[in-house]
């Protein structure tokens, strides 16, 4: 994953938890607007959360900013 879409899940994890607690889901479209402005971003999240990880479409924010950090 690159830095600039690590850097980004990150920012919005954290946004997420402080705003709606730790319980808080989200997907990988919650790291986009909702055009379609960069399309290889999208599809490395796309890729990373669905095909490398098998994710469910909701993930606790807390487990991916966690995975990220990782280097998973």
Request: charged fraction near 30%; include cysteine.
């Amino acid at each position: 994953m690159n830095s600039k879409l690590r850097k980004k899940i990150i920012v919005v994890c954290d946004k997420k938890i402080a705003a709606k607690g730790e319980g808080v889901g989200l997907s990988f479209y919650a790291f986009f607007a909702n055009k379609n402005d960069d399309p290889e971003l999208l599809m490395e999240a796309a890729h990373w959360w669905i095909k490398k990880h098998a994710l469910d479409h909701f993930e606790k924010a807390v487990k991916i900013k966690k995975m990220v950090e990782s280097g998973l």
